[in-house]
């Protein structure tokens, strides 16, 4: 007779990697630069001067009807555009390059840095380096493509390929800015002869176009909402952090207005321009953050 006999598999600890939700998983990278940046200097200027650089004291601006956001937008566009286009035209290094009079990208660029200014897509940091990532990957992706002679026959395919790449990197960086999409996609497609000179090109229309946004939609508007983040830079007292991640209230400034904290209120008021909370409640980054978009959004 025969004997079998069944032993237990011993059970196998689970790994790490089983213990971790890829589908949760968060990239911050502003929490790794933003304690090496300084708040924005502008309250320190002269009010006419700080005004030009979206600096703005309570009360916040009214908001204003679509007919003088329409006009704004039509003379900011044109400006934004224009300009651009002359010191394009101008540039030696350009010229030699046979770079294009201007970016088609850039035209797409206008309409967000002039009509819709309160978005995340316009404000500076996503405008300026979306584009410079856009350039670069772009370039990039033509150049590795022209190394093989069928490769270079796919001009589609690259193009594809670097619209995707810079698009997982704007939202990696939090610099997202749909125009950056179309540039990455025309480097490929029909600014191959350009090369690395699109780089400049880039970064110099960027600048040029958030010059003169800062200029006309200063003027009866705020631009920009914020220049880097939307949370404070303002570093908080010792005194006033509880945790490492939990800031006191009133630690936070705006960039643009002062939180105010008349009285003890109970609960959590928000106001255009103005978020109170209950004295000794503390709330992280990214809470508050969600509070000042709802604030900026009332009128």
Known sequence: ???????????????????????????????????????????????????????????????????????WTLIGVFCGVLIVAEASMHVPLFEHHNAPIIVASFGAAAVLEFSAIESPFAQPRNAVISQVIASTVGIGISKLFALNAHAESLPQIGGALACAITTCIMVLTNTVHPPAGATALLSVTQSADVGWALIPVMLLGSVLMQAVALLINNIQRRFPIYWWTPVSLARPKSSDTESGDRINRA?????????????????????SGKILLPNQFSISEAEMKVLRSISERLP
């Open 1 to 71: 007779m025969t004997v079998q006999q069944t032993f237990a598999q011993p059970s196998r600890p689970p790994s790490k990697l089983e213990h971790i939700d890829f589908s949760r998983l968060h990239v911050d990278i502003d929490a790794y630069i933003n304690p090496f940046l300084p708040p924005p200097p502008w309250r320190y200027l002269p009010r006419p001067v700080s005004r030009f650089f979206g600096y703005r004291e309570p009360p916040s601006p009214k908001p204003l009807g679509n007919v003088v956001v329409a006009f």
């Open 251 to 271: 630690s936070f400034e705006t960039d643009g207005t002062q939180d105010v904290f008349p009285g003890e209120p109970r609960q959590v008021l928000i106001e």
